[in-house]
């Protein structure tokens, strides 16, 4: 069973930046997607970013984060990273790295990372 590995959350003054990776523990695995998703408290889990992992690398990202955050990829090492600026107080949340073998499903879940920024 693949497990998706999350590092680098912690807390950050508003303005400030951080910087998630998620590793896949197996290295022949080859989903279709990765992305990032968040949860805040008291809120439904809302998607951040994707990657294209089987592709060209097209990424597409949430309202909000555009122009702030930034996902990017490792298909040597099957890391996913979220190069995260300009951090606000909303983004405050548990952050979740997925994996898309089949169309439609995220199947694969890390165990999530938080990150809180403080006003």
């Known amino acids: 069973q693949v497990q998706l590995v999350e590092s680098g959350g912690g807390l950050v003054q508003a303005g400030g930046s951080l910087r998630l990776s998620c590793v896949a523990s197996e290295y022949t695995f080859k989903p279709r997607v990765m992305a990032w998703f968040r949860q805040a408290p008291g809120k439904e889990r809302e998607f951040v970013a994707r990657?294209?992992?089987?592709?060209?690398?097209?990424?597409r990202y949430a309202d909000d984060v555009k122009g702030r955050f930034t996902i990017s990829g490792d298909s040597a090492k099957n890391t996913v990273s979220l190069q995260m600026n300009s951090l606000k107080p909303g983004d405050t949340a548990v952050y979740y790295c997925a994996a898309q073998v089949n169309v439609g499903n995220y199947e694969y879940w890390g165990q999530g990372t938080q990150v809180t920024v403080s006003s």
């Open positions: 990657i294209w992992w089987n592709g060209d690398g097209t990424t």
